[in-house]
Each structure stands twice: as structure tokens, then as C-alpha cells.
């Protein structure tokens, strides 16, 4: 019996309320039975992040039943009210807003069957009035809190509490766009309940603790926007119900560890804007499972040619933009049906470009430019006219566009029409 509490059910609270005093005369009113120091509990810590203008007892005195506070839901236990749920920020029009001096008071933490736990755009003014997470005080959550989450706080600063890792039922644990620094503590692999570890646009710094690899039951972790350094634990390999991985923006070096090839549910992975090198690892091609590959802007090195890119068959954006790849682009490419994006652009690409990659059925944005291809761009002029802006082939000096085109608009940006003179030889015969 949960209570979500909405405007409409306040309406309709006060009119089966008036109803009950019409019908009942004086009687006692039926309040939700609650305990008193939980209720008092709930409007202290309120008040902490509301302000003390805020009179709960007064607005709310039947939190549980009849005046519900938006944010605020209740279960039953043994007979008597408790808090589930506490949501505090401009979430919905009538929510409970911020004060610009906050504070969570010990009261917060007396709210023993809170399961959920979250702040957004609360914690904002990170000049005037800094807050830190406090450090202790978590542990009596410990037995009921299974979703804790911070989005959009950047007056939130200071350091992540470790006394988090002593909240072993949490299934999401999520971090986002506050001020946070400093490193990331190691018990935090002790939550081995979490699906969700989100600590994305923070200013964490320092490793990725090798502990995080215990995490098996975990399906998204996303640590990116922060200023992360040093190699990936191999030990991430034990995060085995993985499906998004997302370490974007870091400072993060090393190879990459092979054992991401046991991610077998793995959807994406995004290791952009990193310091990530020692080439693609041939393993990755067993990602089978992968549709977002984005490793752009990396020094990886290597040639393209060495994975087995058809194996990756559910790829629907390959980003291998600015990675120091060599080789040529291989003609298996094209059998990626379901390749929406292909950036290829700033490597160290030569040969041909394989005439099948315009029969990609679903590519809308194809990005060739700043390599050293060579020869004539034999895409159908239907093909080169669909892409536009969106084919980039620019700054490949030996690349050149046939003669016959019909259309100018369909000429590709930033490319030289072939000289006649221009003979490729071709030494295979062409059966067709
Ligand atoms: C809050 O309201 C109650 C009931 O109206 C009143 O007794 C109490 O003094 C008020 N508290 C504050 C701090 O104003
Ligand atoms: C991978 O996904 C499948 C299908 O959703 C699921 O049955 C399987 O348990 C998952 N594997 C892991 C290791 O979580
Ligand atoms: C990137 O990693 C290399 C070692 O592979 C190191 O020499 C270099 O300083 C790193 N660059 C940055 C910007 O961290
Ligand atoms: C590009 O390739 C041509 C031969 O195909 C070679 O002569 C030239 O040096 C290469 N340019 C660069 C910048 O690698
Ligand atoms: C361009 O493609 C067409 C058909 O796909 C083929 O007949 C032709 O030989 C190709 N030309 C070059 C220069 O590769």
C-alpha cells in the first residue's frame, strides 16, 4: 500500500474529510497511526533542507493519511505509518523546494524504513553556502535504504562519504552533477546489491579501486565527467550483468583490459576523451552484444584491420574518431546492417574506400575526413545525395570524386573531382 502523493489526492483527502465531519459531528478524525518521533523525525529533516519557516506539524499533521506532503511515501508496518520515500527538490510544481541555507539534520537518519532517498537541484549555491555529505550517521540506514540519489547539486562539495559502504541494500546509488572531489572509496565494491552506480560530472579524481569488479548484479556504471586517472582495473571483467559502461572524459590510460570481453550483455562502451592506448584488443569482438562502441579521441593505436568487425553485428554507433588507427577500412564493414554512425574521421586510414559501405542500410552519418584515403569515391550519387554533410571526406588529399556527377549539391564537401588522367588499375577481373 503505497501512497504517492499527488495535488488530487490532497483535494480529495479534504473532501472525504469534510464529508467525515459532516457525517461524524466531532468525532475524532481518523489520523494514520504513527509513531511520534517518526513523524517528528520527518518534519525536522524537512525542515533542514526546507527551511524553518516550514511548520509540519501544522501544514501536515497527518503526513501518512489525510495531508500527504508532495514527496513523501509511507507503508505500513506492523500497524503503524513510516516513511519509504522522501524526494526533496523542484521535482513537481507543488514539491518541496530547497533553501539557499540548508542542512541535513540527524533527524534523517531516525526515518528507519526509508528505502528511497533523493535531492535534485537542491543543493545549488556552491558560493555562498557549500554542503558536504555527511559522513556518518549512513549506517543507520543500512537496513532499509535501496535508492540513494543526487542529481544536479553543484553546491553539494567535499568528499563521497565511505560510510556508504555500509548501505549493503542499495540497488542504485547515483551521483550526478555535484561538486564532489577527491577519490573514490574502496567499499563501495562491498555493495554487491547495486545495479546502479552513477558518479557522472563530479570532480573525482585518482584510480578506479580494483573492488568495483565485485559488483556483479551491476547493469549500468557510469563514472564519466570527472578527472579519473591511471589504467582499468582488470578486474572490471567481473562485472558480468553489465550492459552500459561509460567512462567517458577522464584522464584514464592503459590498455584496454581484455577482460571486457567477458561483458557478454554488454550494450555500450564509451571510453571517450580518455588517455587510453596499446591498440584494440582482439577480444572486444566478443562483445557480440555491443550497439555502441565509442572509443574516439584516444591515442589506441593500431590498425582497423585487426578485429573481425562482422562479429560485432549489433553495432548501431562505431566511433573510432581521432585513435591513431592505420590500415585500410575493410570491406566487412558493410555487413553491420543495423550501423547508423561511422566515425572514422581524424586516423592514420589509407587504400580505398570500399564501394559496399553506401549499401549500409541504415547509416545516416558517415565521417572519412582527415585521413589519407586514396582514389575515386564510388558511392552512388542516390547515396552521396541522401548523407550530404553528414559523408565527411574532407582533408583525404588523394581523394577524388568521378567525373558525371549529375547534381553539384550531391558533390561531396571538401573533395577534388578526379582528373581523367586518373586511371585506377585495376587487376582483378570484375565478374558481375
Ligand atoms: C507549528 O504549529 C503548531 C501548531 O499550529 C504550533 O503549536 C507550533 O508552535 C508551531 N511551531 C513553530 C516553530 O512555529
Ligand atoms: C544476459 O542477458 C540475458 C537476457 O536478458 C539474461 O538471461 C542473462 O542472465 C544475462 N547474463 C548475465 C550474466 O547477467
Ligand atoms: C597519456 O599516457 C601516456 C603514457 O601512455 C603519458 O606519457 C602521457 O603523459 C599521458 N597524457 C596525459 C595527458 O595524461
Ligand atoms: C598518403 O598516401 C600516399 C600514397 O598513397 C603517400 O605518398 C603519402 O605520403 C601519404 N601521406 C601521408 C601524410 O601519410
Ligand atoms: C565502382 O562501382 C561500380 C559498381 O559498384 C563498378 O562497376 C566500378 O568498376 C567501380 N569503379 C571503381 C573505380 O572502383
Not at 493519511?65 to 516513511?83: A, R
Not at 570532480?203 to 559488483?215: D, E
Not at 572514422?344 to 552519418?365: E, M, Q, Y
Amino acid at each position: 500500500m503505497k501512497s504517492i502523493t499527488t495535488i488530487s489526492n490532497v483535494t480529495f483527502a479534504v473532501f472525504v474529510f469534510c464529508l467525515a465531519v459532516w457525517c461524524c459531528g466531532e468525532e475524532e478524525m481518523d489520523v494514520a497511526p504513527m509513531e511520534k518521533t517518526e513523524k517528528e523525525a520527518l518534519y525536522s529533516a524537512i525542515q533542514g533542507f526546507v527551511g524553518n519557516w516550514w511548520n509540519g506539524s501544522a501544514l501536515y499533521p497527518d503526513p501518512c493519511g489525510w495531508t500527504p506532503i508532495q514527496g513523501v511515501s509511507c507503508d505500513l508496518f506492523e500497524g503503524f505509518w513510516y516513511v519509504t520515500a522522501l524526494i526533496i527538490g523542484p521535482v513537481h510544481d507543488n514539491s518541496l523546494g530547497c533553501a539557499t541555507k540548508l542542512e541535513f539534520r540527524p533527524e534523517l537518519f531516525e526515518l528507519k524504513h526509508l528505502k528511497t532517498l533523493s535531492f535534485f537541484n537542491c543543493f545549488v549555491s556552491s558560493h555562498r553556502y557549500p554542503i558536504s555529505i555527511p559522513s556518518n550517521n549512513w549506517k543507520k540506514l543500512a537496513g532499509s535504504l535501496e535508492s540513494l540519489e543526487f542529481r544536479s547539486n553543484p553546491g553539494l562539495i567535499g568528499q563521497f562519504p565511505a560510510s556508504f559502504g555500509f548501505l549493503l541494500k542499495l540497488q542504485s546509488l547515483v551521483l550526478i552533477e555535484s561538486g564532489l572531489t577527491g577519490k573514490l572509496p574502496t567499499n563501495i565494491g562491498n555493495l554487491i546489491n547495486l545495479k546502479r552506480l552513477v558518479l557522472a560530472g563530479n570532480r573525482f579524481n585518482g584510480p578506479i579501486p580494483c573492488s568495483f569488479g565485485g559488483l556483479s548484479q551491476l547493469l549500468i556504471f557510469d563514472l564519466s565527467r570527472n578527472t579519473l586517472s591511471g589504467p582499468l582495473p582488470s578486474s572490471l571483467g567481473g562485472l558480468t550483468s553489465l550492459l552500459k559502461f561509460d567512462l567517458s572524459n577522464n584522464q584514464l590510460e592503459g590498455m584496454l583490459p581484455s577482460e571486457i570481453s567477458n561483458l557478454k550483455n554488454l550494450t555500450l562502451l564509451d571510453l571517450r576523451n580518455n588517455n587510453f592506448s596499446g591498440g584494440l584488443s582482439k577480444l572486444l569482438e566478443e562483445t557480440c552484444s555491443l550497439e555502441e562502441l565509442v572509443l574516439s579521441n584516444n591515442p589506441i593505436g593500431g590498425v582497423f584491420t585487426c578485429l573481425e568487425w562482422h562479429k560485432l553485428h549489433n553495432l548501431v554507433v562505431l566511433d573510432l574518431s581521432n585513435v591513431g588507427l592505420k590500415g585500410e577500412i575493410p570491406e566487412s564493414i558493410s555487413k553491420l546492417k543495423r550501423l547508423r554512425f561511422l566515425g572514422l574521421s581524424d586516423n592514420h586510414l589509407t587504400g580505398k574506400l570500399p564501394a559496399k559501405l553506401s549499401t549500409l542500410p541504415c547509416v545516416t552519418a558517415l565521417y572519412l575526413n582527415g585521413n589519407n584515403l586514396t582514389g575515386e569515391i564510388n558511392f552512388s550519387e542516390g547515396f552521396l545525395g541522401k548523407m550530404g554533410r553528414r559523408f565527411g571526406a574532407w582533408n583525404n588529399p588523394n581523394l577524388c570524386y568521378p567525373v558525371g556527377l549529375k547534381s553539384p549539391s550531391h558533390v561531396p564537401y571538401g573533395v577534388k573531382l578526379c582528373q581523367k588522367e586518373v586511371t585506377v588499375h585495376e587487376s582483378n577481373p570484375r565478374t558481375k
